[in-house]
Nanobody, 111 residues
Framework: QVQVVESGGGLVQPGGSLRLSCAPS????????MGWYRQAPGKERELVAS???????NYADSVAGRATIYRDAVKNMLYLEMNSLKPEDTAVYYC?????WGQGTQVTVSS
C-alpha cells in the first residue's frame, strides 16, 4: 500500500519561512499528480500547490509568489517552500500523491 509521510511543520513567526517535505513509499515518477493541501480549523481542505509529472505547477492565489513546490528525484522527495508566512497560513498541511494522502503536519504562524 502506498504511503506518504510529511515532515517539516512547526511554529514559525510571521514573515518567516519553512520547507515541508513529503516522502512517498514508491518512486515519484510513478505518480501522475502530487500536491500540497491544507486545512485550517473550521475550514475545508484547500489546494496550496500541485505539480504534475510534466512539471506543470499550480498555486493557490493565496500563496502565489510565496510558495514553491518541487520534486527531488534523487532523494525521492516532494517539497513545499513557503516564505513571508502569515497567520492565515496556519493549518495542517497534507501531501497528496494521486489518491494517497499523508497524515498531515501542523504549521502554526504566530508571534
Amino acid at each position: 500500500q502506498v504511503q506518504v509521510v510529511e515532515s517539516g511543520g512547526g511554529l514559525v513567526q510571521p514573515g518567516g519561512s519553512l520547507r515541508l517535505s513529503c516522502a512517498p513509499s514508491r518512486s515519484l515518477s510513478s505518480f501522475k499528480d502530487m500536491g500540497w493541501y491544507r486545512q485550517a480549523p473550521g475550514k475545508e481542505r484547500e489546494l496550496v500547490a500541485s505539480i504534475s509529472t510534466l512539471g506543470r505547477r499550480n498555486y493557490a492565489d493565496s500563496v502565489a509568489g510565496r510558495a514553491t513546490i518541487y520534486r527531488d528525484a534523487v532523494k525521492n522527495m516532494l517539497y513545499l517552500e513557503m516564505n513571508s508566512l502569515k497567520p492565515e497560513d496556519t493549518a495542517v498541511y497534507y501531501c497528496q500523491a494521486d489518491k494517497t494522502w499523508g497524515q498531515g503536519t501542523q504549521v502554526t504562524v504566530s508571534s
